[in-house]
């Protein structure tokens, strides 16, 4: 069995932590270590992320707390949102993951999202999302929702049961991708493809997998996820978004629940090892493996191989996977 070690990778990430800790009270990052010395609430969410998967989180119960009231600190009183300028939704559930982890809840509620917690709100909220023409950002806004009502309690299993049962309907029988009249390939980097629904399908399966609940039509998702890369391979390798991580995920959790092309599946992730380790590789000789949101993925895709191929890859501790423990990056 061919063996590669990660450890060198696991330790940079570390490295490039400290870089961007800012002085003051723990927990507070800036997004990479040559910008302004100003606390980013989306860094800071992914540096707790990457101590949880490096198994560093603090234990001391001062240290515990005060990293807490940082990320708490990022939240507005009257709206009860996290950040000030764009993205809002996606980055208040970064923060409330990240307190989630810690075992904490954001400090105040969310006011403009009580009406999401009648079906009929969620249903209006996830039919105006744009899944056609940017399903990614349709699932993250999607599980964005669902990571702020959920994690904080605010629904329960029949609100759940109704979100996970419109996943499914709106999955399109042929590809196991969201969503039904959508599914059509799309130009990405001069190639057409459905990369782009391909990575969309992250969110709804760490939703999912949160949930403990069956991912919709898995024996479709792995000939799609497979066909994907047989076809548009290049695409990967290329230091523009998040494809990795998707494709790994949809692979080795549609594995667990059906037994198709299993041994197939298996012997394509074991391929791809090596082509993106390399990759990484050339990602830190340019210096691009540098902030904690970009970070978090890269690790959580070598915690999910770690996991899916036992043995494979070696380190110090072995990495746990953080859409284990909550369902937003």
């Not at 070690?5 to 330790?11: E, H, K, N, T």
């Not at 009929?120 to 702020?148: I, V």
């Not at 309690?153 to 499914?168: A, G, I, P």
């Not at 037994?259 to 074991?270: D, G, I, N, P, Y």
């Amino acid at each position: 069995m061919q063996k590669y070690s990660i450890q060198s990778i696991l330790d940079l990430a570390v490295e490039k932590l400290q870089d961007c800790q800012l002085e003051g009270p723990i927990g507070s990052y800036r997004i990479r270590p040559d910008a302004d010395a100003e606390a980013d609430p989306y860094a800071s969410a992914a540096a707790v992320n990457i101590h949880y998967m490096l198994d560093r989180l603090p234990t001391e119960p001062e240290k515990k707390e005060e990293w807490i009231g940082t990320l708490q600190s990022f939240q507005e009183e009257e709206t009860g949102l996290f950040g000030e300028h764009t993205h809002t939704l996606s980055v208040s559930a970064a923060c409330t993951a990240a307190l989630y982890t810690l075992g904490r809840a954001p400090a105040f509620p969310i006011p403009s999202l009580t009406e999401m917690q009648d079906t009929k709100g969620l249903t209006h909220f996830l039919q105006k999302l744009d899944w056609c023409g940017n399903p990614e950002a349709a699932t993250r806004e999607a599980t964005a929702l669902y990571t702020l009502l959920v994690l904080t309690r605010q629904v329960d299993s029949t609100w759940r049961e109704f979100y996970s049962n419109w996943m499914h309907n709106e999955t399109d029988p042929h590809t196991g991708l969201l969503r039904q009249g959508c599914i059509a390939p799309i130009e990405v980097d001069g190639q057409w493809t459905l990369l782009p629904y391909l990575c969309a399908i992250l969110y709804p399966a760490s939703a999912a997998g949160y949930s403990h609940q069956p991912l919709c039509l898995p024996w479709r998702l792995i000939d799609t996820a497979l066909e994907v890369m047989e076809f548009h391979r290049e695409l990967f390798f290329k230091r523009r978004g998040h494809r990795h991580l998707p494709w790994i995920f949809c692979l080795s959790r549609s594995m667990r629940q059906t037994a198709h092309r299993h041994e197939e599946v298996r012997q394509v992730l074991t391929r791809f090892i090596p082509d993106y380790l390399q990759y990484l590789e050339t990602h830190i000789s340019q210096g691009h493996f540098n902030g904690p949101r970009q970070i978090q993925w890269d690790l959580a895709a070598l915690a999910e191989l770690q996991i899916t191929l036992p043995g494979r890859l070696e380190s110090d501790h072995p990495l746990l996977q953080i859409l284990d423990r909550q369902p937003f990056l």
